[in-house]
């Protein structure tokens, strides 16, 4: 039996943090490869067949939908719907159309029916509209070249939703001027819990933090850089980033699934700004 997933509920983005493959739709075909955005409309019909191990972050908008920022919040880095690649309907899509049994898992209300076909019902033949699955790799967003600035988070921001924002740290270039901070500022944010997963590369403001980590910062809650992280970026020469990170901004209250298995929560992370008063 073959399956397809349907989600009801809301629009659902797909992060791909490792790996390449195919997604297939109900608007075609679309490959993917690490460091892809995939966005999936609320009650998309879909199915991954990875060609390598595939790790993925899924985000949902619960009765919600993802859409762009505008200008206010997105600055001079708005996303342009030009970098967006679109699923195909071309001969892999068809090849993969047969008789088999096939079933659809759909999540409404979170909970999940299925319906069973008798043939495969990705087959759409067209469709039109402005309505369909996107794909988007950060490698597609322009560098936030600052300039002896430091960009601000909101430049990154990538989707929104009523209640969340995505936001897309990328590799930039590095301030220009020697004593300027390239760090982020100790702050705590009053209007959102911030969750950021950490993709690829070396975390400038999380000297401890390495690919596939996630930070999870209460609102209320003050943070910033980590000591070790502000003695290498705050005093020496410039450099340019190398960190590709994925912030969720939240005003829904985030809380963590009882469900996590024990020893995936780093639990001395608090801790680390501990050393501060010693390096400072
Ligand atoms: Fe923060």
Same mark, same amino acid.
């Not at 920022?69 to 068809?94: E, V």
């Not at 509209?129 to 988070?153: E, F, I, M, Y």
């Given at each position: ?62 009765? @919600? ?30 090849? %993969? %159309? ?6 659809? =898992? ?42 002896? %600035? ?5 430049? @990154?921001? !990538? ?6 924002? +995505?936001? !897309?740290? +990328? ?6 001027? @020697? ?19 950490? =993709? ?14 996630? !930070? ?9 850089? =980590?000591? @070790? ?18 912030? +969720? ?10 469900? +996590? ?15 501060? %008063?010693?390096?400072?």
């Amino acid at each position: 039996m073959h399956a397809l997933a349907r989600n009801a509920d809301g629009d659902t983005l797909i992060f791909v943090h490792n790996g390449a493959g195919a997604l297939f739709c109900d608007y075609g075909h679309l490959p993917y490869c690490d460091g892809d955005y995939i966005l999936l409309p609320r009650g998309t019909a879909w199915r991954i067949e990875p060609s390598e191990l595939s790790e993925f972050m899924m985000i949902e908008a619960t009765a @919600s939908a993802f859409k762009l920022p505008d200008a206010s919040q997105g600055g001079p880095s708005a996303i342009n719907p030009m970098l967006f690649t679109l699923p195909r309907i071309d001969d892999a899509f068809i090849a %993969q %159309q047969d008789d088999a049994f096939w079933e659809i =898992h759909i999540k409404r209300r979170g909970q999940v029916s299925t319906l069973t076909y008798p043939f495969n019902p990705l087959d759409a033949v067209g469709w039109e509209g402005d309505l369909c699955v996107v794909k988007l790799n950060w490698r597609d967003l322009a560098k936030h070249r600052s300039d002896g %600035q430091r960009t601000p988070p909101a430049a @990154s921001c !990538t989707f929104v939703t009523e209640t969340f924002s +995505i936001s !897309t740290f +990328i590799p930039k270039v590095g301030e220009g001027e @020697s004593g300027i901070m390239r760090v982020p500022f100790y702050h705590s944010n009053e209007d959102a819990d911030e969750f950021i997963f950490y =993709h690829r590369g070396e975390f400038f403001s999380r000297g401890e933090i390495k690919a596939g980590m996630a !930070t999870f910062h209460p609102s209320g809650f003050p943070h910033g850089p =980590h000591p @070790s992280a502000y003695q290498k970026k705050m005093v020496k020469a410039p450099v340019e980033t190398e960190e590709v990170a994925i912030m +969720i901004d939240s005003r829904a209250f985030l809380t963590v699934d009882e469900s +996590i298995p024990d020893g995936a929560e780093w639990k001395a992370y608090v801790k680390t700004w501990e050393k501060a %008063q010693e390096t400072l």
